[in-house]
């Protein structure tokens, strides 16, 4: 594997980060936030903010950011994976299609798109920087991070549904075996070219592919040899 598709796995494993933008009020001094951000399909983050938040009015005078996470379980900080990712910050206006995923993420989100001010930004990356433990230090190459367009996104909704119900005791089993987390509440809230992600009694876990995945047929042969594993 290489250190791109590295970086991409692990900013999909996470789910919340610190956003810095260029602050207007303070002449473009670094101004840091925590911020909740979903990888879409193609590498992007998808944030959601107010048009009241200080971040939101740093990002319409300029719209460059920077973004680092971490495992926020591991205590040792220094020796963990980190990434930091730089890019620029858009407004998205296809609310609705959006919405749709990041709410199977983030449900708490709710109550905020119903408010006016709130909206979706896409953060398109143009330099990640990767550190993936002790001596592990990359600049990803872009253009091998980013994933260009394929079937499994249109697909996405069907295998969700088609998994949460039919094989929710397969949810389980992948969870007992690749986290060893014994669960009642199961759900996959979301799967991707990388991997899958599963809400287990509220916790989110995430499964990578061995190989990319990128449409059902192949999404339908890779989750069949993680239920194998599973099993055996």
């Not at 810095?20 to 399909?41: A, C, E, N, Q, R």
């Not at 253009?143 to 367009?149: R, S």
């Amino acid at each position: 594997m290489n250190n791109a598709i590295e970086a991409r796995k692990m900013l999909r494993a996470h789910r919340y980060g610190a956003l810095s933008t260029l602050s207007k009020k303070f002449d473009g001094h670094p101004f840091g936030s925590i911020t909740p951000y979903l990888v879409d399909h193609d590498g992007s983050l998808i944030i959601l903010i107010s048009g009241l938040a200080e971040h939101t009015k740093n990002i319409l005078h300029d719209p460059r950011v920077s973004l680092i996470t971490h495992d926020q379980r591991d205590a040792q900080i220094q020796t963990q994976g980190r990434i930091t990712l730089l890019g620029n910050a858009a407004l998205i206006t296809d609310k609705d299609t959006i919405g749709a995923r990041y709410l199977r993420y983030f449900p708490e989100a709710q109550s905020y798109l119903r408010m006016h001010d709130f909206a979706f930004y896409r953060i398109q990356p143009i330099a990640i920087r990767y550190i993936g433990g002790f001596g592990k230090i990359h600049w990803v190459n872009i253009e091998q991070y980013t994933v260009a367009p394929y079937a499994l996104i249109a697909q996405e909704a069907d295998v969700i549904d088609h998994m949460n119900a039919d094989h929710t005791d397969t949810l389980r089993r992948y969870c007992k075996q690749f986290h060893q987390r014994e669960v009642l509440d199961v759900a996959m809230l979301g799967i991707d070219s990388d991997g899958f992600d599963i809400c287990a009694d509220s916790e989110m876990l995430r499964i990578d592919f061995a190989e990319a995945v990128l449409d059902a047929q192949q999404a339908r042969s890779a989750l069949v040899q993680l239920a194998q594993i599973a099993k055996a």
